[in-house]
Every structure is written in structure tokens, then in C-alpha cells.
């Protein structure tokens, strides 16, 4: 209870700052626009008027869904260091990946992942918001069904007192 307590207080914290940053950039932008219209004579003949940079992009959230904690995400570089630095911190590792034309592989995202444990409960249910899937589940056995396109993926873990376990699911092209 007392680790739900906390992940709660840090998950509050994250939205609130993410507020404010957002906020602060928004009043930011607004401080800096200027009205072509009207002041264009405060601009030199020459100049070049830059787009101010947006990065509204959050970094992957904590979420609490019926006392489950998890993180998804992992689009875009940095997003996806966040997401493998965060890795031993949660024993469930969800990786979806799918095959591509040239035989390679590509990570995929918006995927319906679902977590039932051994009485056949169902303890999460979502979709991803990137390739990477961090949940924090009890020690126990878990079955694990995945859609993406209609097609589906399973697997079965045991999550006990062990490092973090890794599921690949793989689909094809």
C-alpha cells in the first residue's frame, strides 16, 4: 500500500509539472508573438521570423489502473532511453515489435494488450501509447493476450522474486 502511496504522490507530481511546463511554455510563445500585420515595421527589411519550438510531447507517464502500476511508451529516441532506463524498476518487460518488408524488424505501437492472472481475472487491459510496456505486478502467473490488426499474440509468465521478465511479441507484416 504504502509503494501504491507513493507511486500516487510521484504520479501527481508528474502531471502537475507537466501542467506548469506547459502552461509556462504556452505564456512563453504568447510573449513572443508578434502581429506582422501591425508591427511590421519593428522588423528589419531582411530578417527571418523563427517558428518557436512546441515540445508538448510528454514523457512516458505512470499510470494506475485497479491498483496496477504501469508505463507505456518508447517513441522516439529519447522517450525510448526513459523507457530502458526504467526497465529494472518494474518485473514485466512487454516489447512489441513487428516484421517489416525488408525482413527486418520495427517496433509498433496502439496495441491491446491484456494481463489475466492465474484465476483468469483480468488485472489490465489497455492500449500501448508506444512499443515498450513496463508493468508492476505481484509475483504470480499471468497470461498475456495481445491484438494488433486482428491478429493476435500470447504468453504466459511467472513473475516472482526475480529480475524484471522480458516478453517479445512479434507479429507479422
Not at 31 to 60: G, I, Q, Y
Not at 118 to 123: E, F, Q, S, T
Not at 159 to 167: A, D, L, Y
Amino acid at each position: 500500500m504504502k509503494l501504491i502511496f507513493i507511486y500516487f504522490i510521484t504520479l501527481m507530481y508528474l502531471v502537475f509539472s507537466t501542467v506548469v511546463a506547459a502552461n509556462d511554455q504556452e505564456k512563453s510563445i504568447e510573449s513572443n508573438t508578434v502581429d506582422l500585420a501591425t508591427e511590421s515595421t519593428l522588423l528589419p527589411e531582411n530578417s527571418v521570423v523563427k517558428e518557436p519550438e512546441l515540445n508538448f510531447l510528454p514523457s512516458p507517464q505512470i499510470r494506475i489502473t485497479d491498483e496496477i502500476i504501469y508505463v507505456s511508451g518508447g517513441i522516439g529516441k529519447e522517450e525510448l532511453n526513459e523507457m530502458k532506463e526504467m526497465v529494472n524498476e518494474y518485473p514485466l518487460e512487454i516489447v512489441l515489435v513487428q516484421k517489416t518488408n525488408d525482413g527486418g524488424e520495427g517496433y509498433i505501437s496502439d496495441v491491446n494488450v491484456q494481463i489475466s492472472d492465474a484465476n483468469g481475472n483480468v488485472v489490465l487491459d489497455i492500449y500501448t501509447n508506444g512499443p515498450i510496456l513496463l508493468v508492476d505486478l505481484p509475483n504470480g502467473k499471468y497470461h498475456v493476450i495481445a491484438e494488433y490488426n486482428n491478429v493476435f499474440r500470447a504468453n504466459r509468465v511467472t513473475i516472482g522474486s526475480k529480475k524484471n521478465r522480458r516478453i517479445v511479441l512479434l507479429w507479422p507484416k
